[in-house]
Antibody, heavy 120, light 105 residues
Framework: EVQLVESGGILVQPGGSLRLSCVASGFTFSNYAMNWVRQAPGKGLEWISYINSGGSAIDYADSVKGRFAMSRDNAKDSLYLQMNNLRADDTAVYYC?????????????WGQGTPVTVSS | YELTQPPSVSVSPGQTARITCSGDVLPQKLAFWYQQKSGRAPVLIIYEDNKRPSGIPERFSGSSSGTTVTLTISGAQVDDEADYYCFSTDISGLGVFGTGTQVTV
């Protein structure tokens, strides 16, 4: 069974930093590209980043480019999102999601999400 | 780049619901559909415009015509009440979700 478990979401002050983690199981993690997607309270889904299976190609949405950094450790079946210079509008549930086919950032399985609140 | 969906669609049980998603680049890119029930993670229900993942009921189908893709729920059930999002990519290959549609059965 495919499982993705996110962690690291907390309350953080504006301007602060946070690192989210996602541990994968039930599939060969190193064979799959991955996404981070977020959802602000009461709002729709927002794709924010993609990383290919080897970690050599990473894309970001304009809303997070230059502030967020996505990475992965295939030896640990883990995905990360380093978030810097956080703003109130970064408040959201953050999902990691497995990409169904490398090169097309569409997800086929999602974790349950971890909530991030940016507030003073 | 935006993918535009109607905010809400209402359908009676057993009837057909159609949810549209419009975007200028859709003729060149594949479309996907997700169902999200309240408080839950999204679930992929249609991929590559019109394919159903295993375990997704046959009443869900997808189609594409020009700049619009459509999710059809044939014989809608109360259990289909959820938010539905289309997904595709912009001309650069970056991901984009539609604005979302709340379906009431």
């Amino acid at each position: 069974e495919v499982q993705l478990v996110e962690s690291g979401g907390i309350l953080v002050q504006p301007g602060g930093s946070l690192r989210l983690s996602c541990v994968a199981s039930g599939f060969t993690f190193s064979n799959y590209a991955m996404n981070w997607v977020r959802q602000a309270p009461g709002k729709g889904l927002e794709w924010i980043s993609y990383i290919n299976s080897g970690g050599s190609a990473i894309d970001y949405a304009d809303s997070v480019k230059g502030r967020f950094a996505m990475s992965r450790d295939n030896a640990k079946d883990s995905l990360y999102l380093q978030m810097n210079n956080l703003r109130a509008d970064d408040t959201a549930v953050y999902y990691c999601a497995r990409v169904y086919k490398q090169g097309i950032p569409a997800a086929d399985f999602w974790g349950q999400g971890t909530p991030v609140t940016v507030s003073s | 780049y935006e993918l535009t969906q109607p905010p809400s669609v209402s359908v009676s049980p057993g009837q057909t619901a159609r949810i549209t998603c419009s975007g200028d680049v859709l003729p060149q890119k594949l479309a996907f559909w997700y169902q999200q029930k309240s408080g839950r993670a999204p679930v992929l229900i249609i991929y590559e415009d019109n394919k159903r993942p295993s375990g997704i009921p046959e009443r869900f189908s997808g189609s594409s015509s020009g700049t619009t893709v459509t999710l059809t729920i044939s014989g809608a059930q109360v259990d289909d009440e959820a938010d539905y999002y289309c997904f595709s990519t912009d001309i650069s290959g970056l991901g984009v979700f539609g604005t979302g549609t709340q379906v009431t059965v």
